[in-house]
């Protein structure tokens, strides 16, 4: 067995697999680990997973569903669920989907951006490229990976606004190209995309036959305008949407989401999702439904955020950190201040007890900056607020 106690060498594992580093936040949550063992009094900026109670009438919802036995759920979810979610597309962004064939329910959307490229990937073809955008969240890629895709990254570089340049891409490329990953407002840089740049790239879908895949788990984290839809430039190209309640709605441990695409789409993720077993469990679809009809808690949930910006952010502009992005969802992507590295720096932050992720955790292009997940209390924010005031 290798030193690193993983992978023995007995077991055939796949390629794709031993080629994959671990999860970078795997780092994060082993050292958080020691400093708490040796007494450190930790604030964690690190991993996005909201720390707010999820309201009241979505926890009593899901207790209220839970029956006596609880069979199988199956892949194309509740019919209530899927009118639920229509109805939030249509209020939110004025879309109008057929819930019966242009949705399905997804267990939460990590699983369902992981497995896009097994269902729509043909590993033998000359178009088996997936294009994803770094710095960025890394499940597309992985599942492309896995899924005997071509990979390629294209940057999100500040001086384009943290968008992909669609010109910087040649006509052989699109035209090698499957799918095209887009993460709008974006995990970890906070930018937001604007409707003439998704209605430019779902152009390109429809002239280069390619699909759209827009991952919008943070739509609803916003503190000025609410950021737009790649559903809102459906009628232009292909293009297939993943949202979630984890973000919106503090419910990552209830594990749901949604795909909204057209039909043709919808059908194969309904053929084959039966497969995998990811259906979100009936008591859980039924929470979901009231998640999804109401707006207050999320309202709620948006002005905790952004008293918590309020904490911090003029304490970081005073030290002089220059704040890209940070437009919306839940981070703060800010410019690693003098020459250390992003992980140097974070490293010097976590001997004072904070926890950032270094910006090169997700991608080359991440290296000069630091992202904050704002999901510490306010509390700890303030406390934070006056270590940063001290050391930075
Ligand atoms: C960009 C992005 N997309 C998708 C997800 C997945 O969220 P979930 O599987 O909880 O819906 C996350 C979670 O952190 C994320 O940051």
């Keep these: 067995m290798p030193a690193s106690g993983q992978n023995p060498d007995i077991v055939n594992i796949s390629p794709v697999l031993r080629a994959t580093g671990a999860y970078p936040f795997v780092k994060l949550e082993q050292a958080r680990r020691r400093l708490a063992a040796d007494g450190v009094e930790l604030v964690d900026f690190g991993k996005g997973d909201p720390m707010e109670a999820t309201d009241a009438a979505i926890r009593q919802a899901l207790a209220g569903a839970l029956e006596e036995r609880m069979g199988y759920p199956l892949a194309e979810g509740l019919p209530e669920l899927r009118e639920a979610i229509a109805g939030w597309c249509a209020r939110r962004f004025g879309v109008d989907l057929d819930p019966d064939k242009e949705i399905v329910p997804t267990y939460g959307s990590k699983e369902a951006i992981f497995l896009l490229a097994q269902v729509l990937v043909d590993r033998d073809s000359d178009k088996r490229l997936v294009l994803t955008t770094e710095p960025g969240y890394p499940v597309p890629e992985r599942g492309a990976a896995f899924a005997g895709a071509d990979v390629a990254q294209l940057p ?81 190209g292909n293009v297939a949407v993943f949202n979630t309640l984890s973000k919106r709605s503090s419910m990552t441990g209830y594990r749901s989401g949604f795909v909204a695409a057209d039909e043709e789409i919808v059908a194969a993720l309904k053929q084959f999702r039966p497969s995998v077993g990811t259906a979100p469990q009936e008591f859980v679809q039924r929470a979901s439904i009231v998640a999804w009809n109401d707006e207050d808690h999320v309202e709620r949930t948006r002005s905790i955020y952004r008293r918590k910006r309020d904490v911090l952010l003029p304490v970081l502009r005073k030290k002089g950190i220059r704040v890209a992005g940070s437009v919306a969802t839940m981070y703060l992507w800010l410019e690693v201040p003098g020459a250390e590295s992003s992980e140097e720096f974070a490293a010097g932050l976590l001997e004072h007890g904070l926890i950032v992720s270094p910006g090169s955790f997700f991608g080359t292009a991440g290296e000069g900056y630091w992202r904050l997940a704002l999901v510490p209390s306010e509390d700890e924010c303030r406390r934070a607020a006056a270590i940063f005031d001290e050391i930075l």
């Design 156 to 236: 999100l570089l500040e001086t384009n606004a943290f968008l992909p340049d669609l010109d910087a891409v040649d006509v052989d490329t699109w035209e090698r190209t499957a799918i095209v990953w887009i993460n709008y407002p974006n995990n970890p840089t906070g930018a937001v995309a604007p409707l003439d740049f998704l209605a430019r790239l779902s152009r390109l879908s429809r002239e280069h036959d390619f699909l759209v895949a827009a991952d919008e788990a943070y739509t609803e984290l916003w503190f000025e305008d609410p950021p737009h839809s790649a559903l809102e430039v459906r009628s232009e």
